[in-house]
């Protein structure tokens, strides 16, 4: 029998799920054990397939729209990532019980885009066009009450309509680095530009990705387990890569990994996305450890023992 080669695996410390994650799925369970199936949920709870098909096997239906569900009294359920103003009102409308699992952190930037509007500012938001949480911050507001700016190349050709009267928020699950740079590019052409009390990105997000700087640069290879449609997930393997780890990419189960990938790597890291859970962390743990001599050893560079409500409907 041939001796398997050793590999030594650190893994980074805050991984995986998140307090807005954990509360979201619970929002769907709960409401499932509560009212029974089906129960309605508009868009993914969370980007993990894994645990979508884990919900949908209990009972939940996954729609993209509103117009989706048929008149009903199940309950509806809005993801984490957050709704335009016009999808509750939508709801209402149509007289549905409906129940929103929209990260608080989601919700505080909702808060300060209202704030702003309504002092007459005009507002930045720095996003990822097209994802889910900057349709429902944009949302929140009047069509053209928000600039979109996704890159420091955006905020050097933004013109404002009123420059003195300028405010910022952002997505919560974008890269520290990439952020700051777009901040200080509009600080610098904006001096006056209001900034959020305390900073958008969430305490997950910016823990995930100070653990991947600080075991990147000592490892082979690194592993980011999380869904390519999953912004937090997507800006660990940029950081990794950022902080010169020699070669970093996204994995979603254990039957994905590319074993070529992995010859003469000696020292691997693994960390996870806020929507991953950790029973896929250790499924690929186990995989590694069929083909290699493992060991394993945690990089913690932050404790969380941060936890959110559900909604009052649910409490017990």
């Given at each position: ?128 066009a097209g994802h889910p949480e900057v349709i429902g911050t944009m949302g929140q507001l009047p069509d053209g009450a928000i600039t979109l700016i996704e890159t420091v ?164």
């Amino acid at each position: 029998m041939t001796k398997k080669r050793p590999l030594e695996i650190i893994l980074c410390a805050p991984r995986g799920f998140c307090a807005g994650v954990d509360r979201a799925i619970q929002i769907v369970e709960l409401a499932l054990e509560k009212y029974g199936a089906p129960v309605y949920v508009r868009h993914e709870i969370v980007h993990n397939k894994y645990v979508v098909d884990g919900l949908r096997e209990k009972g939940a239906v996954f729609v993209e729209e509103l117009d989706e569900i048929p008149d009903t009294n199940a309950p509806v359920i809005f993801s984490a990532h957050g709704v335009p103003k016009s999808v509750p009102a939508n709801a209402k409308e149509r007289k549905m019980f409906y129940l929103d699992a929209t990260c608080p952190l989601v919700s505080k930037v909702h808060v300060e885009a209202q704030r702003h509007f309504e002092e007459g500012k005009e507002i930045v938001l720095i996003g990822h066009a097209g994802h889910p949480e900057v349709i429902g911050t944009m949302g929140q507001l009047p069509d053209g009450a928000i600039t979109l700016i996704e890159t420091v190349d955006d905020a050097a050709k933004f013109e404002p309509k009123s420059p003195d009267d300028l405010a910022f928020v952002t997505q919560t699950t974008l890269s520290v680095d990439d952020t700051a740079a777009i901040v200080a590019a509009l600080q610098e052409r904006f001096p006056s530009i209001s900034a959020p009390h305390k900073e958008d990105i969430c305490y997950a997000t910016t823990n995930r990705q100070e653990a991947v700087k600080q075991v990147a640069p000592h490892v082979d290879a690194m592993v980011v387990v999380g869904a390519p449609n999953s912004s937090n997930s997507m800006r660990l393997v940029e950081v990794a890569d950022r902080a010169g780890c020699p070669k970093s990419g996204l994995i979603q189960r254990a039957s994905d990994i590319v074993w070529s990938d992995f010859d003469g790597v000696e020292k691997l890291g693994i960390s996870a996305g806020a929507s991953a859970p950790e029973e896929l962390v250790n499924e690929i743990i186990e995989k590694f450890g069929e083909h290699y001599e493992i060991t394993v050893s945690t990089k913690v560079t932050a404790e969380e023992n941060i936890a959110f409500n559900v909604p009052r409907e649910l409490r017990a």
